[in-house]
C-alpha cells in the first residue's frame, strides 16, 4: 500500500529474487510486474501504471507447446553456465509461470507461454529481463 505520494516504505528483504506488481482494479490500468534481486547493495525499484490501451485484447495465450532455442551470454561473450531462466506472461499469470537452467553451453530451451513471453535470467547478482515473442528467431542473449 503506497501513502499519499505513492511511496511504500523501506523494506528490509532477505537475498533472493522478488517480485513487485504494481495494479489497480477494473481494468482501467496496465499491471506492471518487476522481478528484482535482493543482494548486498540495496535496490531501489520505481513502477508506474499506465492507462489501459482501447484496444480491446490483452496478452495471447499460446495453447499446446512451441519451445524455443535460447542462449545466454555473459558480458565477455562467454557461455553464462547455470543461469537460471524465468519465464512468464507479462501479467505474471501463476499457471504460465516455467523455470528453466541453462547447461555448460549457456543453452537451454523454453516454452514460449504467450504473446509476448518475458524472459527473466538470473545470473551471479544480476538480473536481467526481455519480451521475446514467437516469430523471433533462435535467441542469444547478452547478460546487461
Excluded: C
Excluded at 507479462?90 to 543453452?107: F, I, V
Aim: charged letters at 30%.
Amino acid at each position: 500500500m503506497t501513502d499519499k505520494d505513492g511511496q511504500i516504505p523501506t523494506l528490509d528483504l532477505q537475498p533472493g529474487l522478488y517480485r513487485a506488481i504494481a495494479t489497480a482494479p477494473y481494468g482501467l490500468w496496465q499491471t506492471e510486474v518487476r522481478e528484482f534481486l535482493v543482494a548486498e547493495k540495496p535496490e531501489r525499484l520505481a513502477l508506474r501504471v499506465r492507462p489501459m490501451p482501447t484496444h480491446g485484447y490483452g496478452d495471447i495465450v499460446t495453447f499446446g507447446t512451441k519451445r524455443k532455442k535460447l542462449k545466454i551470454l555473459k558480458t565477455d561473450g562467454q557461455a553464462a553456465s547455470g543461469a537460471e531462466i524465468y519465464v512468464r506472461d507479462r501479467d505474471a499469470t501463476l499457471h504460465l509461470e516455467r523455470w528453466y537452467k541453462t547447461n555448460s553451453q549457456g543453452e537451454t530451451a523454453i516454452e514460449i507461454v504467450s504473446e509476448p513471453t518475458v524472459v527473466v535470467i538470473v545470473f551471479g547478482d544480476s538480473v536481467t529481463t526481455r519480451e521475446i515473442t514467437d516469430k523471433d528467431g533462435e535467441l542469444m542473449l547478452r547478460l546487461q
